[in-house]
């Protein structure tokens, strides 16, 4: 924890220090501030991030005040749509009430509604460069603040682009190398920032990132308490590349490797001061410099300070909760026991938000169909390799490291490969290398400059095709883009299988998969593993629309490899010896629900006989009755007609999806707001409007709690972090959302977007995923947990996890239980409470 967080602690100034050891604390400075970001994942592995992940160790204000005061961050709703809230009724006297029977150092009802229409000023500490900036505004040119940001970006544009430049750099050096030697050749920069002798103090830069850190900090003459704080500062305002850097490592650490990208920036950032410095020796630098000094001996007082002033925020922010709170508790009050039959099919959900309304709406077509949620990677930590590629991707959760192979091989039938599949595979694996060779010829020739006015003329016709897709897009259905490069005719026998287990280890897997989807009794004849995935045409972020549980991909490749190795005779025969008896008249089937259309695909139905394809045609058409209501609900926010013919509905949405133009083929999870680990028969029927991760469990087959702390673990900290990526995005659009999707440009491939041609990388969610033009689709509210589960058994995970302790105590989520006739309770201040609803 940092100890300049201490609102009461005074700011002492020991005793000196051998060089040894100011350098040891100097280090212990650096990693801290690093520690305090987020990793972003690239756009071709998008996942939801909670941007203050790594500050959960704090209270939801202070991390606030935090980077309010350091980086003018905002953390909490804005006033403005809090007033809005409460002056339409969103917000309810009573909500207010509520809330401040929990917070009651937030003052009377009152001064609360009063705060509303006040400003909310917070205090900021200056950085070195702007208080050495003669001109902060930038009236005659960038404020220096600006100007470094968007040199910082470009370098690392350059540096860590390894897949869109042609020419690539030398990096042998590192990042602060690359950064000194781009400086050096750059004799623009010091105009840009009028700074005609930047030469010469360039001379005094350090040539190593340890250096660097070193020299930057002696120089500034800061109190000891204040370096973290301070380092902390200068990373956000690069903090796009920050959290890019910061992926970097979590991936390293991961695969047992460190990474010194994260450090390195940091050290170019800072040398950016300190060269400022030395390129200025006046009465004026000098009198900047010492107020600086002073302003960073206040910090402890001005954070406390900041956090006494978002008192009132939070407050209301609990209130908005409060709200949507009671609404929910209501309408799972008033679910009724149905009782059920043997089901004729069952179908695993992921557990995303979207899934929601269509397990609704095929119960209610088809209630011998019985629906449950997993997590959207099914269990199988999977790296994806496809056919003819070295490219090696994750199927699971960020928060994980792959552990078992996927591959794409050729399969004509059900059984093992025999040597025709094997001279198959082999003369598909060379047509899709031909086709690959052939893409690439096509893209350099597009791409040189001493070919391109030849390439327009000769192949400028070419593009009639796409032109007039682009003008008039079509109604063609989701196209896999594991597709790519690969003949037509070798594409449906193409499938992805586990590699590199044997009998045993698959076993093994089956068994945990099924008993943490509770389906390892009362197998249905026919279960389908349902992932999803999205469609969207010219999306940079198209793959945040697909499975967050999977890094970015679709739950395609999950489903199939499940669903193939559950139908192994002899996985089954194993599982027998595990007290997991499937029937011999149950078969496994994957299938893929388009979330922007709504369609539902199952994949490799030519493996099975007619009897399995007679069971999938009757679950199909449940599956088309339960989509078009979906359709018809999801409609009006879209801005299409719910009346229109099904046809006609399905058309429109699908030209929304081929629309290279279209801001908005989805919603996305716009509007979750609530997790509930439960059995099905908990919220069955309930109307949840697509708002609420479901996550069966059945704590009466639980009784170690293994399961329990499995899923406090995991999924609810995957709905965690998407919960907070869209409060963050909505809260603080500039600078944790993307900005203005029509202005994205992709930066090396698929490390991010700049917002135009420079500045921060941008992260989280683009302006038109959260605002449909009129007003906010999303409303910023924490995630409220809502497990079925002994309270004992609750407090045993809360206990044994930190991570799980912080969420709670600190205020990042809202857990609640079932308490039978009692309703509710809420877990506050390490105990229960009983939920008025």
Not at 82 to 103: C, F, N, V, Y
Not at 415 to 420: H, K, M, R, W
Not at 481 to 504: H, I, K, N, S, T
Not at 632 to 643: F, Q, W
Request: with cysteine; charged share 20%; proline share 6%.
């Amino acid at each position: 924890m940092d100890t300049v967080l201490a609102p009461s602690a005074p700011v002492s100034h020991p005793a000196p220090h051998s060089p040894a050891e100011i350098d040891r604390r100097i280090e212990q400075a650096c990693a801290q501030a690093c520690a305090t970001i987020a990793p972003a994942w690239p756009l071709d592995r998008a996942i939801a991030v909670n941007p203050h992940w790594q500050r959960i160790g704090q209270r939801l204000r202070t991390v606030a005040a935090r980077l309010a005061v350091l980086g003018g961050v905002a953390v909490l709703p804005p006033r403005d749509r809090l007033r809005e809230a409460w002056r339409s009724g969103r917000i309810t006297p009573a909500d207010l009430a509520q809330a401040l029977a929990a917070m009651p150092d937030a003052g009377d009802a009152a001064a609360a509604v009063a705060a509303l229409d006040a400003p909310l000023s917070l205090p900021r500490l200056p950085l070195l460069i702007d208080v050495l900036d003669d001109d902060p505004h930038g009236r005659r040119r960038l404020s220096w603040r600006q100007a470094i940001t968007h040199q910082v970006s470009q370098v690392c544009a350059a540096y860590f682009d390894t897949r869109l430049a042609d020419w690539q750099p030398e990096r042998r050096g590192g990042l602060y190398a690359f950064w000194l030697d781009t400086l050096t050749h750059d004799h623009g920069i010091g105009a840009l920032m009028g700074l005609p002798g930047i030469a010469r103090g360039m001379a005094a830069l350090p040539a190593t990132r340890q250096d660097a850190e070193r020299w930057v900090l002696r120089r500034l003459g800061l109190p000891e308490e204040a370096w973290p704080a301070y380092l902390e500062a200068v990373l956000l305002t690069v903090h796009g590349w920050a959290s890019c850097c910061a992926y970097f490592g979590w991936q390293a650490r991961l695969e047992g490797r460190d990474d010194e990208h994260l450090r390195e920036l940091l050290a170019v950032r800072l040398a950016w001061g300190a060269l400022l410095l030395e390129c200025r020796d006046d009465a004026a630098t000098r009198r900047a410099f010492a107020a600086l000094q002073v302003q960073w001996e206040q910090a402890p007082a001005l954070l406390h300070q900041a956090e006494q002033a978002l008192c009132v925020d939070e407050l209301w922010q609990h209130a908005l909760e409060i709200g949507y709170q009671r609404e929910l508790a209501q309408r799972l009050l008033g679910v009724a026991p149905t009782p059920r039959s043997a089901p004729e099919a069952q179908a695993v959900f992921c557990i995303d938000v979207r899934s929601e309304p269509l397990r609704r709406a095929l119960e209610a077509a088809s209630p011998g169909v019985q629906t449950f949620g997993f997590a959207g990677f099914f269990g199988l930590p999977l790296a994806y390799t496809p056919l003819a590629t070295g490219a090696r991707r994750p199927q699971l959760p960020g928060l994980l490291a792959p552990g078992v192979e996927a591959v794409e091989r050729i399969a004509a039938d059900a059984a093992d490969f025999g040597p025709a599949g094997e001279a198959l595979q082999a003369d598909a694996r060379r047509a899709r290398q031909d086709g690959f060779a052939r893409l690439a010829q096509w893209d350099a020739a597009s791409r040189w400059p001493g070919a391109a006015f030849s390439f327009v003329e000769a192949a400028g016709a070419a593009y009639l095709g796409p032109l007039t897709r682009w003008l008039r897009p079509g109604t063609a259905a989701r196209r896999s883009a594991d597709a790519e490069g690969l003949p037509a005719r070798y594409r449906p026998l193409c499938r992805p299988v586990l590699a590199g287990l044997d009998r045993d280890e698959k076993v093994e897997l089956a068994a945990r998969v099924l008993r943490a989807m509770g389906l390892q009794r009362g197998l249905a004849p026919l279960v389908v593993f349902v992932g999803h995935g999205s469609q969207s045409a010219n999306n940079a972020q198209a793959a945040a629309l697909d499975c967050g549980a999977c890094c970015g991909q679709s739950g395609e490749v999950n489903a199939r490899v499940l669903a193939r190795l559950l139908n192994e005779p002899a996985v089954r025969e194993g599982l027998r010896g595990h007290g997991i008896d499937v029937p011999a008249r149950t078969v496994f089937v994957a299938a893929l629900h388009n979330t922007t259309t709504d369609e539902v695909t199952a994949f490799d139905l030519d493996l099975h006989g007619a009897p399995v394809h007679e069971r999938w045609a009757r679950l199909q058409d449940a599956f088309d009755l339960a989509a078009d209501r979906v359709r018809r609900e999801r409609a009006p926010a879209l801005g299409l007609d719910p009346r229109a013919a099904q046809a006609w509905l399905l058309e429109d949405l699908r030209r929304r999806a081929n629309d290279g133009a279209q801001t908005r083929p989805e919603w996305g999870l716009a509007g979750n707001a609530a997790f509930v680990v439960a059995p099905r028969a908990r919220s069955l029927g309930a109307v949840l409007d697509g708002r609420v991760f479901l996550h069966d469990y059945d704590p009466a087959t639980d009784a170690d709690g293994r399961q329990l702390e499995q899923l406090m673990t995991a999924p609810m900290l995957v709905a965690h972090w998407i919960n907070w990526q869209y409060h963050a995005s909505t809260c603080e659009p500039a600078r944790l959302g993307s900005g203005n999707k029509l202005l994205h440009n992709v930066v090396g491939g698929t490390l991010g977007v700049f917002e135009g041609n420079g500045g921060d990388l941008r992260i989280g969610l683009s302006r038109q995923s959260l605002h449909d033009g009129r007003r906010w689709v999303h409303e910023p509210l924490r995630l409220t947990v809502i497990v079925d589960a002994p309270a004992a058994a609750i407090e045993r995970v809360i206990a044994q996890h930190a991570t799980v302790h912080q969420l709670v105590e600190h205020g990042w989520l809202h857990l609640w239980r079932f308490a039978g006739d009692a309703g509710f309770e809420r877990y506050r201040g390490g105990g229960w409470e009983t939920v008025a609803c």
